[in-house]
């Protein structure tokens, strides 16, 4: 046997493989054991650079493309060569699952390196955990929480642990762009060098980047340079779509008679178009092989896997339907993991975000898409997921539309689900997906950050506080007076106390904040519910609203009802209910991005029939456009009705949000109505002269348009902050000032250019 693949093995890479010979033999030999053909494209441009250890390295390739091992093959390289105490390179990831799956593709890797390889996270015995902390070594996977855990709980020993770093690898980067997680996660590294004292090369993995150079910059702020960008182009993998369409009839008097109060219609009266047809279309498309059907709520999630399994059952075929979401068990998450990934049985898992990320799911053979997709980036993660080992992509979106009557509202016409559907798609198959969110302030994340640093030193004091996390750190949109108002503020809720030496330390109210569990994540968390059957622990359940005995409801792809609660333990003791009532949940949304209302805008102009709509998706476009021309939205966004007027910016959230506001602050009463806004008792003439007004006055701050938001308190730890702090960071998250004033011109040229 030969240490080199390039040494003339026949089963090795090609000869040509420049990078390949750059590995330490004893990677080369992994890489020949494991029988690979070759390096993927993504692995032959990362390995030079990550190698180097001498920048940072954003590697933007697509699932299955081999991006962990594009930093690993030569990250182990470096190791393998001077294997000393001390953890050499941390692994960061977003899920413990992933983590899970890494770790065991990483050990298979690293056993014949002398290289070890530990994991951290909840799941992890204390055993495990206090023998690393003992002897650190080799390579670290763990959650940004439980690398905050290390911050507040072993302060003393974070030198003795990571000490000896040469290598951070941030896997689905992409996920902790724009997010009070991401920016925790940004934190934590700045706070790691400092304590080491110096820099770490840090390599970002996302399959997800719309404006590559902005996410480069994420990797590292503040920094000098940008990182090399690794971003092969597109491996010309096939791809199948199509977008399905069902139109739900309007409910008829005779529909109505025998619907009970908690709308059993959802699985008794149902009108055509309706949840069951789609589970109907789904269960003939995806019965007999792997797929992944995504939803964009849990509720959404129950109610299919549900119905879904029914069918099964009503059939008497074994179940191949099983819901994945969050709040469900681990027991019953890896459940489903595992079945997929052996493929001795068909599955389809029925699912939100949870297995969007890069967890190896074996051979998916589609993704189904239910209601319009959140956003154009989830989207091309979603498609990702299916067609590996040179098996086309397939994505199938189904989107309802409801009867369009005499009484359904101007924007309700427009088909605007369906239309923005084929947006997203367009923008996908265009190559764009988007960019990452402007920089925010997320002061909830820096009042986490600010008493982990009090709780690791004892205490600090406020101008090395500032210096550490806003003036040379990640949280540097606020200055220093600013800051000192930010403190202030923890003072009065006894969060932090000053000592008579001028240095703070954590108040009362700060020391049960920092010891309590919940504090290591960034992002709020709903108070949960265990549901329990027998002595089976079903997983968590966040409760909104109250449920009492008798109630029923959808968890776990089943129906149950609820026999007792204990409120103290906070546990909800379930019996299966086969044929019970299921109430008939609201699903979610994400923020939209305005190139997507663009592209609508864009749809509804052309006349063009995209050729991945079914039959009845062309007939409700072609009603949508109808509608569009009919309500003369072709030459005015603006439509009145009776004592109100609508109007229809084409823009994105933030910048409608902003124009609500700016219109509310001259007396407008306005409201947000999907893809419209409608202002009551103005007709079109004074709205169009308050814009004038609007567009010729000074700029407006956002921030003062923030402080008229009722309720800023969107984050885990916004209740501490003042006013004045809550609309400056609400601010620099929602609003878009320069937009809204933008579209406020342009409007207003085009309609007197237009004679109006």
């Not at 340079?225 to 008829?252: K, M």
């Not at 389809?348 to 980036?377: F, K, N, R, W």
């Not at 605007?416 to 988007?434: F, K, P, R, T």
Request: net charge neutral; with cysteine.
């Amino acid at each position: 046997m030969t240490d080199s693949l390039a040494s003339g093995s026949e089963s090795g890479p090609p000869q040509g493989s420049r990078a390949f010979l750059l590995l330490h033999p004893r990677v080369q030999r992994w890489v020949w054991r494991a029988k690979w053909p070759a390096l993927r494209p993504v692995q032959e441009q990362a390995i030079a650079p990550v190698l180097a250890a001498d920048e940072d390295v954003l590697i933007a390739a697509g699932t299955a493309q081999g991006k962990t091992e594009a930093a690993f093959l030569p990250i182990c390289s470096r190791l393998v060569e001077c294997s000393g105490p001390g953890v050499r390179a941390l692994y960061v990831g977003p899920l413990k699952a992933l983590i899970n799956d890494q770790f065991r593709r990483l050990d298979e890797m690293c056993e014949g390196l002398a290289i070890p390889v530990h994991r951290w996270h909840g799941d992890v015995s204390a055993a495990k955990k206090s023998k690393l902390v003992k002897s650190p070594s080799g390579i670290l996977l763990i959650t940004p929480e439980s690398l905050e855990a290390q911050f507040v709980l072993r302060g003393t020993r974070i030198v003795k642990i990571f000490g000896q770093l040469e290598h951070v690898v941030l896997d689905e980067f992409h996920a902790y762009l724009g997010s009070e997680r991401g920016r925790q996660l940004q934190s934590l590294l700045h706070r790691l060098e400092l304590a080491i004292r110096r820099r770490v090369p840090r390599v970002g993995l996302s399959a997800t980047l719309g404006d590559v150079s902005l996410a480069a910059a994420a990797l590292r702020p503040l920094a000098p340079r940008h990182p090399t960008i690794v971003s092969p182009s597109n491996s010309g993998q096939e791809l199948r779509v199509q977008i399905r369409g069902y139109r739900i009839d309007a409910p008829r008097d005779q529909d109505l008679g025998t619907a009970s109060s908690d709308d059993s219609r959802t699985f008794k009266i149902e009108a055509p178009g309706s949840v069951v047809d789609i589970c109907a279309d789904l269960f003939e498309v995806l019965r007999g092989s792997n797929n992944l059907l995504f939803t964009n709520s849990r509720s959404d999630t129950e109610a299919i896997s549900d119905r879904l399994r029914t069918m099964c059952e009503e059939r008497r075929l074994p179940n191949e339907f099983f819901p994945h979401h969050g709040n469900l068990s681990k027991e019953i998450r890896e459940d489903v993991e595992r079945r997929l990934k052996e493929g001795r049985a068909p599955v389809t898992a029925v699912c939100t975000s949870t297995l969007e990320l890069g967890i190896d799911l074996g051979a998916v053979t589609s993704v189904a898409q239910y209601g319009p997709p959140m956003s154009v980036a989830a989207m091309r993660q979603r498609l990702g997921r299916s067609g590996r080992r040179d098996e086309p992509a397939v994505l199938r979106i189904y989107v309802r539309e409801h009867e369009v009557t005499e009484k359904t509202a101007p924007e309700d016409s427009l088909r605007a689900g369906l239309v923005q559907s084929i947006a997203m798609l367009n923008l996908l198959l265009n190559g764009w997906c988007e960019p990452p969110p402007p920089a925010a302030l997320h002061l909830s994340t820096l009042v986490q950050q600010t008493l982990s640093m009090i709780s690791r030193h004892g205490s600090v004091r406020a101008g090395d506080l500032w210096n550490a996390l806003c003036d040379r750190g990640p949280f540097n949109g606020l200055d220093a007076p600013s800051y000192g108002i930010f403190l202030r503020d923890l003072g009065r809720s006894d969060l932090v106390t000053q000592l008579g030496d001028g240095t703070l330390t954590l108040g009362l109210g700060g020391e049960r904040l920092v010891s309590h569990y919940s504090f290591f994540t960034a992002f709020q968390t709903p108070e949960e519910w265990r549901v329990c059957t027998g002595t089976r622990d079903l997983g968590s359940l966040p409760l909104s609203e109250p449920l009492m005995e008798g109630a029923h409801f959808v968890f776990a792809g089943r129906r149950w009802r609820v026999a007792s609660l204990d409120e103290d333990r906070r546990v909800l003791y379930v019996v299966p209910a086969p044929g019970a009532p299921v109430p008939r949940f609201a699903g979610a949304g994400g923020t939209v991005h305005g190139r997507v209302r663009q592209e609508m805008l864009a749809v509804y102009q052309s006349a063009e029939v995209p050729q991945f709509l079914d039959s009845l998706a062309v007939d409700l476009l072609d009603e949508g456009r109808k509608n569009f021309a009919r309500l003369g939205l072709h030459e005015t966004p603006f439509l009145a009705e009776g004592t109100h007027v609508r109007f229809f910016p084409w823009r994105g959230d933030h910048v409608m949000d902003t124009i609500a506001l700016l219109l509310q602050r001259r007396g407008a009463a306005v409201t947000r109505t999907g893809v419209a806004l409608s202002v009551t008792a103005w007709d079109v003439d004074r709205l169009r002269e308050e814009l004038r007004c609007l567009a010729r006055a000074e700029f407006a701050s956002a921030v003062d348009l923030a402080a008229a938001v009722g309720n800023k308190c969107t984050e885990k730890h916004d209740q501490f902050l003042s006013d004045g702090l809550l609309a400056a960071d609400y601010a620099s998250k929602r609003l878009d000032t320069e937009g809204a004033y933008d579209w406020m011109v342009e409007t207003l040229a085009a309609l007197e250019a237009e004679g109006e």
